[in-house]
């Protein structure tokens, strides 16, 4: 199984606000994938990021980290709105994002 093999989360639902700037504020940044296209491409940017992500009912949050001008995969946050609430649909299994989702994951 490799590193970045999707996890299904079942949890409550979340702030995404919250774990977008935790996501900003570790030092990431962040490419907003709607199922189309990269919707918004390496931002830092936490209310352009929402923006984007309030206008979709689905989308994956790739989070990036910036080193020597490069930008390098660390995994994706799948978020899914229901009943006007929002909910991780799905992670990357990797140490960095489950840092970023602890205080949401109850499983």
Known sequence: MDSYSPHYFTGASIDARK??????????????????????????????????????NECDLQIYKAENCAQFFVGFITLASANGRRYIADYSKVRDIKALIAPYDST
């Open 19 to 56: 774990l977008v700037v935790s996501a900003l504020a570790t030092g990431y940044n962040v490419t907003l994938f709607d199922g189309r296209r990269d919707a918004l491409a390496h931002s830092t940017d936490a209310d352009a990021i929402m923006a984007m992500l309030n206008a979709a």
